[in-house]
């Protein structure tokens, strides 16, 4: 296939820019896509207009909106859509080429994210209803009802979701395929690696029988950016720390930044640790450690060494393959420079006290690899002898975790703020302090790996109360 | 005119402002002083436009470090002088002394503007920083040249920067708000068929109101770089494709470099500026050896030699790099093309602030 041409969506109606910018396949110097971008000024007009796009949605049932995007996720696993302004049609086996050219994902990585985001699709009614708390949709149509027989009314916050895309990992776009059904138009800021799949998706939802103004795409510059994130109703975005830090008192901003999700093991299981091993080496791993939901610090009462060995001598398996390779679990690096600042960062830690890098001893090779052109780093597992430790806690784009050990009494006041919590246990007493632990986001208790979860419950935010506010009303009789 | 035409015309020029800026009794103290510490004479070395690269560059801090007076050629002593500045967030501003200048380059420039879309009589109104710039006099005289008259709404291009290095967008964005407040009230209560504005601010002026469909034929848009894409969605959203977007390129030092505002579309909105020449020449070097021309349809550092007689400037660098264009039927000269601050893809720049 050609490099296709990627245009701006506004409102659905293609527009192609004299501004274009050729995305290379990695490693090489053939040209994967051509995309057009936006300048911040148009995106500024369009933002003005967006109430017409929230109309259309708004004038559909909802029910309907449900329905179309169940379709759209069988649509976008299995069918072939458009994709450029040729006419040319994207099979879903062409959707995987294309994103591995441009992100260095594997393809075995990115069937399971298109697995899993066609997943989303299909749960809509479930997450809706887990949500809303089991709000009847036919609110949204009418704009009250009534939910636990009390009278409910909601109002959306917002004409349109904005979401400003990272190149490294597709299922986020996970996150905004539910506001179409919400009646919330969106507007994406793709990653300039990723058109891919925000694409897909929205060309899914079409066939589907979603309205065109629904959708906006806008490839853009810095600038751009900043015009969404200033001007948009509400917005989704993906940073690191200073990101978050500095919108976190912005109620129309929701970052999503990095998670620090940790695996407990209480004291009535630590002696049983090899039972859980598998479940470690998934959490930590799966996607390739990219996830905030991904385990990067694994926190033991004891045997700290014996299970970071274990661990390590598993997670030293997942080497870079090829791409196509079945068995290939490592991501490689969309920008070079990346794995080579993360290294750097490692190797920083290491080199202060307290911290080895027990998977030095098993892999082949360094952390710091290269193959068809593309930067890797290998999985690192590191033991730290205590949470002060710069490498105890922190999160970087590749599998990485950190285990250290700690009175389990003395856990929840170390552990600080983590996306995700498995804890192993069955002591009642202590469950109920993770239940109360205000730092927790999400808490699985028992053998689950953190990055599994559940979309009917709210994911760093309630999507549903970020795009609508609940107001009090009454009705009287007309005299 | 040919371009062979043009050439000796600008040589000619070139000849007559060596005469007039390094005789003791029409130039000024600092190229006088000057000529004594180079120990060469221009006006026995410099005969052609070629040969002005044996000037060295000229440093605009010398337009703030210097006094004013110095650059006061001797044919103009004793007359009180207009001062204009250029750039300056922070400290002492560049300035430029002049006096009939801004009229001859916006006399020259007028006579470049299309009637339909700027008519004779029309009012006109210009919405960017005014204060100490030359700009300010310049549009006035330009509307009262074509038989009209100028409002005017100020804006302060150094605060609006030093807002934006501390990244305060949102009182950034207030302050451009109150600028376009009064810049709609007046367009929306006068009768108005001409604008002038920087690109930001006539998009600012776009979300708020139709343009057009207040009136305003033209609009001649100066300031900072633009993109096709941006030229073109001025012309055709912004200004809905009912008026004529008229991009120039100028400063306190050049005057003003004009474009071909009606084949833009054709030329996928590339906008392409010529000098006034002879009064001023640009010229794209490459930025290493700058005293070698770029080939046609490369990008360089954009050079400009001022040669007036009130001002002297040769080879000053401009912190703008473009694409050296080829000479137009109507201007038998270099263009300068797809113009964008000076290693735009290398550096962070704050440009286009208001």
Redesign the interface.
């Known amino acids: 296939m050609n490099a296709p041409h990627i245009p701006i969506l506004r409102q659905g109606r293609v527009h192609k820019s004299l501004d274009v910018q050729v995305v290379n396949r990695l490693g090489g110097k053939e040209a994967a896509a051509e995309i057009s971008f936006a300048c911040a000024d148009m995106i500024k007009y369009d933002l003005a207009k967006m109430g017409e796009a929230r109309a259309k949605l708004k004038a559909m049932k909802a029910t309907d909106l449900i329905e179309i995007t169940k379709r759209a996720g069988e649509i976008f696993l299995n069918d072939d859509l458009p994709i450029g302004l040729d006419g040319a049609m994207q099979s879903p086996e062409d959707y995987v080429l294309s994103l591995a050219a441009t992100s260095g994902l594997p393809h075995s990585l990115i069937r399971m994210n298109m697995k899993r985001l066609g997943g989303i699709f299909g749960q809509i009614e479930d997450i809706f209803r887990g949500l809303t708390r089991g709000l009847d949709v036919a609110v949204l149509d009418q704009g009250y009802g009534e939910q636990g027989g009390a009278p409910v009314s909601f109002s959306a916050t917002t004409n349109e979701l904005a979401v400003i895309l990272p190149s490294n990992s597709p299922a986020v776009n996970a996150l905004w395929i539910p506001a179409i059904a919400m009646k919330v138009p969106v507007l994406l800021k793709p990653g300039r690696e990723e058109p891919w799949t925000p694409w897909r998706i929205i060309q899914a939802f079409l066939k589907a029988g979603a309205p065109s103004e629904a959708f906006s795409l806008y490839p853009t510059q810095h600038d751009g950016s900043g015009v969404i994130i200033r001007r948009a109703g509400r917005v989704m975005l993906f940073g690191d720390d200073s990101t978050v830090k500095q919108y976190e008192n912005d109620p129309r901003i929701e970052v999503h930044g990095t998670g620090y999700s940790k695996f407990l093991i209480g004291e009535d299981e630590i002696d049983h640790w090899e039972k859980y091993i598998d479940t470690l080496v998934e959490s930590v791993s799966a996607n390739s450690g990219r996830s905030c939901i991904c385990t990067s610090t694994i926190v033991v009462p004891r045997h700290g060494d014996e299970i970071a060995r274990a661990m390590a001598k598993r997670l030293a398996e997942i080497k870079p393959l090829a791409q196509d390779d079945p068995d290939a679990k490592l991501s490689g690096f969309a920008n070079p420079m990346f794995a080579e600042w993360i290294n750097e960062a490692v190797e920083k830690g290491l080199k202060a006290d307290g911290a080895v890098d027990v998977t030095a001893e098993f892999r082949e090779g360094e952390r710091f690899q290269q193959r068809d052109g593309m930067n890797y780093l290998q999985p690192t597992l590191v033991r730290v002898d205590s949470f002060d430790q710069e490498l105890a806690i922190r999160e970087f784009l590749f599998p990485f975790a950190s285990v250290v050990e700690c009175p389990q009494a003395e856990m929840l006041d170390k552990i600080g703020y983590s996306l995700v919590v498995t804890a192993v246990t069955k002591d009642i007493e202590w469950i109920h302090r993770l239940f109360d632990c205000p730092h927790i986001d999400r808490l699985n208790i028992g053998n689950v790996p953190t990055n599994r979860i559940q979309w009917n419950q709210p994911h760093e935010g309630n999507l549903f109360e970020f795009l609508y506010t609940r107001r009090s009303f009454q009705i009287a009789e007309v005299a | 005119m040919t371009a062979d035409e043009a050439k000796a015309q600008l040589d000619e020029r070139v000849r007559e402002m060596m005469a007039w800026h390094f005789s003791e009794e029409t130039g000024c103290p600092f190229w006088l002083d000057w000529k004594k510490q180079a120990g060469w004479d221009p006006r026995e070395e410099v005969k052609t436009y070629d040969d002005i690269v044996q000037f060295p560059h000229f440093q605009d801090e010398w337009l703030r470090d210097e006094k004013n007076e110095r650059f006061v050629p001797n044919a103009y002593k004793g007359r009180p002088f207009n001062v204009f500045e250029t750039g300056g967030t922070t400290g002492l501003p560049k300035q430029r002394v002049g006096w009939e200048d801004y009229k001859h380059d916006y006399e020259q420039f007028s006579h470049q503007l299309d009637d339909e879309f700027f008519p004779k009589g029309g009012n006109w109104i210009m919405v960017g920083p005014t204060g100490p710039r030359r700009l300010r006099l310049a549009i006035e005289h330009l509307a009262n040249f074509r038989g009209g008259s100028c409002y005017h709404v100020d804006c302060d291009p150094r605060w609006v920067k030093k807002v934006i290095a501390r990244k305060a967008?949102?009182e950034a964005?207030r302050y451009q708000a109150h600028v376009m407040e009064q810049a709609v009230e007046i367009i929306k209560h006068r009768d108005i068929q001409c604008i002038f504005t920087t690109p930001?601010l006539l998009?600012?002026i776009?979300?708020r109101i139709s343009i057009a469909g207040h009136g305003i034929k033209g609009c001649f848009c100066g300031g900072t770089s633009m993109?096709?894409?941006?030229v073109?969605?001025l012309q055709e959203?912004?200004l809905e494709d009912k008026a004529l977007f008229v991009p120039t390129y100028g400063n306190t030092l050049m005057g003003l470099a004009v474009s071909l505002p009606r084949e833009l579309k054709a030329n996928?909105?590339s906008v392409t500026y010529y000098a006034p020449q002879p009064r001023a020449v640009l010229r794209i070097v490459d930025p290493e050896k700058t005293e070698i021309t770029k080939d046609y349809g490369e990008y360089g550092r954009v050079e400009l030699t001022t040669l007036s007689h009130e001002f002297f400037m040769p080879r000053f660098l401009e912190r703008d790099e473009a694409i050296r264009r080829k000479p137009h039927g109507k201007y038998p000269w270099d263009g300068v093309g797809d113009v964008r601050p000076f290693g735009a893809l290398t550096g962070k720049v704050i440009e286009g602030v208001y």
């Open positions: 967008y949102d964005e930001r998009a600012s776009g979300e993109t096709p894409e941006y073109r969605f959203e912004v996928g909105y």
